[in-house]
């Protein structure tokens, strides 16, 4: 079955890159989520790349995929207290739109 | 505005209790879904509606219940058949295409007494 693998936590200065790591296992996914969960709350969708693209830049955020190794990676540019948050992956297979979530990472970012 | 609400945002029930979690969307979205989340587990699929009158469970759909009777709402009952239910239960909602976005709500915390 579908597994999405993340580290639980990282903690990071204010101003420097944050890079979130995924791992994940079934590699027919159409397309492959970010979303970002504040505390209390629920999901909000960051940015997303279709499973045939390398990379996707969207303002301060980087999205790069390697399919080879079937590994996805988030980065945020001149990270700020506000992004504070739990950061999920999430991929999408095709159809009604069956997505597995990851386990969520974390973010801390010190002042 | 257009979105996704749940309500209560907090629920408190004692054990042997069934409770029903509400969720709407004004989005015009055909398809809709309960998710749960535990921490350090991400988000499990409970049950899922492609379209009104018709769902289908997901990976964890043992102890709950949901039902689809109009297109805006998809309310989800946790009932007493639920060993663990004290957690926070998230709705989405989407288009039909496999492009379309799950939209979600801001989610209820239930706590089982």
């Known amino acids: 079955g579908e597994d999405v693998e993340q580290s639980l936590f990282l903690s990071v200065r204010e101003g420097d890159s944050s890079v979130i790591n995924c791992t994940y296992t079934?590699?027919?996914?159409?397309?492959l989520y970010w979303y970002k969960q504040e505390p209390g709350a629920g999901l909000q969708l960051l940015t997303y790349i279709f499973s045939n693209m390398d990379m996707k830049q969207d303002q301060r955020l980087t999205v790069l995929l390697n399919k080879k190794d079937k590994h996805l990676s988030l980065r945020i540019a001149d990270t700020q207290t506000g992004d504070s948050a739990i950061y999920f992956c999430a991929e999408v297979f095709g159809g009604y739109q069956k997505v597995t979530f990851g386990t969520g990472t974390k973010l801390q970012v010190i002042p | 505005d257009g979105g996704i609400t749940q309500s209560p945002k907090y629920l408190f029930r004692k054990e042997g209790q069934n409770v029903t979690l509400s969720c709407e969307q004004n989005?015009?979205?055909?398809?809709m879904y309960w998710y749960r989340q535990d921490p350090g587990q991400g988000l499990r699929l409970i049950y899922y509606?492609?379209?009104?009158?018709?769902?289908q469970k997901g990976d964890i759909a043992e102890g709950y219940s949901v039902s689809r009777e109009k297109k805006e709402s998809f309310p989800l009952t946790v009932t007493s058949a639920q060993k663990n239910p004290t957690a926070f239960y998230l709705c989405?909602?989407?288009?039909?295409?496999?492009?379309?976005?799950?939209?979600f709500g801001p989610g209820t915390r239930l706590t089982v007494l």
């Open positions: 509606s492609q379209i009104v009158n018709d769902f």
């Open positions: 079934d590699s027919s996914s159409t397309y």
């Open positions: 989005l015009n979205h055909d398809a």
């Open positions: 989405a909602s989407s288009g039909q295409t496999s492009t379309d976005t799950q939209y």
